[in-house]
């Protein structure tokens, strides 16, 4: 019977499926929920010092469905971090841990550019028992005004240094959370290990219009008439998160052998969290597929990744980590491919159809008898 429960960076989760960073992590309450429903670990809302400065709009979602016009297929959100005072948040975490002692709680933090502000919360969090950290370097919107999130992801010199001072006060094991909204997120990723972080999360949401209403040519999702580009999740990413786990995970494997890699962006299935493992994922998150399917979902997700990985004969999720990375290559190097493919087909045919005809009494094949009959008879 193969098994779930796995360790990452000394955390030892039942499952690798986390909840990720947002609304099904909002407070303790949906926390709880999460771990009752046997979720592998609890990725909280973002956190800062000052959540006064954290001003929300409604609407702040957008779906996008199928051509059935039931199924959601991309979400797009202008939503900031949490807006609930971080002593709130602390008072929760701690509420948490004696709650559920064995269950992985994974705080999200953020802040701005000063060494200061980024010790003092990762201090505070840890004091209070969380059991790892989550940096978020990568929301999209809202934030970047600030040079916070996604506008400190862009920046591999910045993020490099920040982490750097994360490292300094951690004592618990620090994942970075990489922005899709970058031409190459090896580069982000690689200097979030280059500091010393443990593991590197991918992706957060791609930066997004939903799309413009037809009637008032007004952009959505509208707030008085206005709107600002947000964030895009869900299962229309899911092609974009695959590629760029798989980019991270080639970099991971190249140069830092012994760091991990936690892969969303559209997980909704035992089958979606296999592919992001095949690819090099160690866990997968899931955000949106939460607000949609409600936290009892993780059971299904795992009698799916179980039912599948008893099929392939996979006893744990190590069996098959990263087991499809070989299978990426150049553009060049598929034509090279194909074309030895045909040539070797094209010898194989002439070798064939040769055996076919008899030149010489020792040409005879029992196999080939009637066809070699054949071909020696008048048309
Ligand atoms: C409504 C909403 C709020 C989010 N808030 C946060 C956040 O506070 N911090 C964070 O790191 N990511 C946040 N995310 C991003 C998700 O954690 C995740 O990276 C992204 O949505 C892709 O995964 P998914 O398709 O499973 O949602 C949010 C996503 C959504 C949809």
């Known amino acids: 019977m193969p098994t779930l429960a796995t360790t990452v960076d000394g955390l030892s989760l039942p499952?690798?499926?986390?909840?990720?960073?947002?609304?099904?992590?909002?407070?303790?309450?949906?926390?709880?929920?999460?771990?009752?429903?046997?979720?592998?670990?609890?990725?909280?809302?973002?956190?800062?010092?000052?959540?006064s400065k954290v001003i929300n709009?409604?609407?702040?979602?957008?779906?996008?469905y199928a051509a059935d016009r039931e199924e959601v297929i991309g979400w797009e959100n202008i939503e900031l971090i949490s807006d609930r005072k971080f002593d709130i948040w602390l008072d929760e975490f701690k509420k948490c841990k004696d709650m559920f002692p064995k269950g992985v709680l994974i705080a999200s933090i953020m802040e701005e550019y000063s060494r200061d502000a980024w010790i003092e919360i990762v201090e505070r969090c840890q004091d209070v028992g969380v059991d790892a950290f989550e940096l978020n370097f990568s929301c999209p919107h809202g934030l970047p005004e600030r040079k916070m999130g996604a506008a400190m992801g862009q920046d591999p010199d910045v993020l490099e240094e920040v982490c750097g001072w994360v490292m300094s006060a951690a004592k618990k094991p620090?994942?970075?959370?990489?922005?899709?909204?970058?031409?190459?997120?090896e580069d982000p990723s690689r200097a979030a290990l280059k500091a010393g972080c443990q593991g590197v999360s991918a992706i957060n949401t791609i930066r997004s219009v939903m799309g413009v209403n037809l009637e008032t040519l007004r952009p959505e999702p509208t707030?008085?008439?206005?709107?600002?580009?947000?964030?895009?999740?869900?299962?229309?990413?899911?092609?974009?998160?695959?590629r760029m786990v798989m980019e991270i995970a080639q970099m991971i494997k190249t140069e830092f052998p012994d760091r991990t890699l936690s892969g969303l962006g559209g997980v909704e299935t035992g089958g979606d969290a296999a592919q992001f493992i095949l690819l090099?994922?160690?866990?997968?998150?899931?955000?949106?597929?939460?607000m949609k399917?409600?936290?009892e979902h993780v059971k299904p997700m795992c009698d799916e990744l179980l039912d599948w990985m008893a099929k392939k004969n996979f006893e744990t999720l190590a069996d098959f980590k990263g087991a499809s990375l070989p299978y990426f290559t150049t553009h060049a190097d598929l034509v090279k491919r194909q074309a030895e493919r045909k040539a070797a087909q094209k010898s194989a045919a002439a070798a064939a159809s040769e055996k076919k005809t008899v030149g010489a009494d020792s040409d005879w094949s029992g196999d080939s008898f009637v066809q070699q009959s054949n071909s020696l008879a008048r048309g």
């Open 15 to 51: 499952n690798p499926f986390i909840i990720g960073s947002g609304p099904p992590g909002t407070n303790l309450n949906v926390i709880a929920k999460a771990f009752k429903e046997g979720w592998g670990a609890v990725i909280a809302k973002t956190v800062s010092l000052d959540a």
């Open 57 to 64: 709009v409604s609407p702040r979602y957008a779906k996008l």
């Open 280 to 290: 090099g994922a160690d866990t997968v998150q899931v955000c949106t597929g939460v």
């Open 293 to 295: 399917f409600g936290y």
């Open 174 to 185: 620090v994942w970075a959370k990489m922005t899709p909204n970058v031409t190459h997120i």
């Open 223 to 242: 707030v008085e008439g206005y709107t600002t580009p947000g964030g895009y999740s869900s299962k229309a990413v899911k092609p974009i998160a695959l």
